[in-house]
C-alpha cells in the first residue's frame, strides 16, 4: 500500500463497492479509448472480476502492481496507478493511471504516479517510462508535471505507436 498527502493506493478487491466503481470508470469510452493495444470499454459489470485479477496478477511481484486510488478524504476510488513491466519488453517498466472522469484536473493522476516512481525508485530501477496515445494530452501534461523526458514515437509495445516519455530517480519523481 503507498500513500500521500490525499491518497491511499491499494488492492483492487472484489468489495461491491470496489466492483461498481470500477466497472463505472472502465466502461466509459472516454477512459478506455487510451487503454491497451486495442482500446474497448468493458460492456457487462461481470468484466470487473477478470480486471481484479489481472491487478493481483500485477502485484505478485512485490515490486509491482496496479493499485486503487482511494481518495482519503472520503474513500472513492479515483481510479487506477499502475507501475509494471512493459509487455514483449525487455524488463523496461511503465508507469500509468487510469481515473474517472470526476477525478481529472485535481492534481491526482500526478500525485499517485509520483507515489508509484518513488516506489519504483526505492525498489532500484534506474529508469521507468509512460507510453500513452500521441494525441492523450492530459497524460502527456501529467508525465511533464512528474519531470519526464519524451522520448518520441515508438512502436515497440502493445502494437500500436505510442509517445513515450522516461524519467530516472535524479529527475524529481519524488519531489
Known amino acids: 500500500m503507498l500513500t500521500t498527502e490525499r491518497l491511499t493506493m491499494r488492492q483492487w478487491t ?4 470496489d466492483q461498481e466503481r470500477a466497472f463505472d470508470i ?7 479509448r487510451w487503454l ?17 485479477e489481472r491487478c493481483r496478477k500485477r502485484s505478485a511481484d512485490p515490486r509491482y502492481g496496479a493499485w486503487a486510488i482511494e481518495r482519503r478524504d472520503t474513500g472513492v ?3 487506477t496507478v499502475l507501475l509494471v513491466p512493459l509487455p514483449d519488453g525487455d524488463g523496461e517498466v511503465e ?12 492534481g491526482i493522476a500526478t500525485e499517485a504516479a509520483r507515489a508509484a ?4 525508485f526505492a525498489d532500484g530501477l534506474t529508469e521507468i517510462r509512460a ?4 494525441d492523450n494530452a492530459r ?10 523526458t519524451s522520448a518520441g514515437l515508438t512502436d515497440r509495445w502493445y502494437g500500436r505507436q505510442l509517445a513515450e516519455f522516461r524519467i530516472g530517480p535524479d529527475q524529481g519523481a519524488q519531489a
Open 36 to 52: 491497451g493495444r486495442t482500446p474497448r470499454a468493458m460492456a457487462e459489470p461481470e468484466e470487473v472480476r477478470a480486471f481484479v
Open 117 to 120: 516512481l518513488a516506489k519504483g
Open 139 to 148: 497524460s502527456a501534461a501529467v508525465c511533464r508535471r512528474l519531470g519526464m
Open 26 to 32: 472502465y466502461s466509459r469510452w472516454e477512459v478506455a
Open 77 to 79: 476510488v479515483a481510479g
Open 95 to 106: 508507469v500509468g493511471w487510469h481515473l474517472h472522469p470526476d477525478s481529472w484536473g485535481q
Open 131 to 134: 507510453v500513452l496515445a500521441p
Open 14 to 17: 472484489m468489495s461491491t463497492a
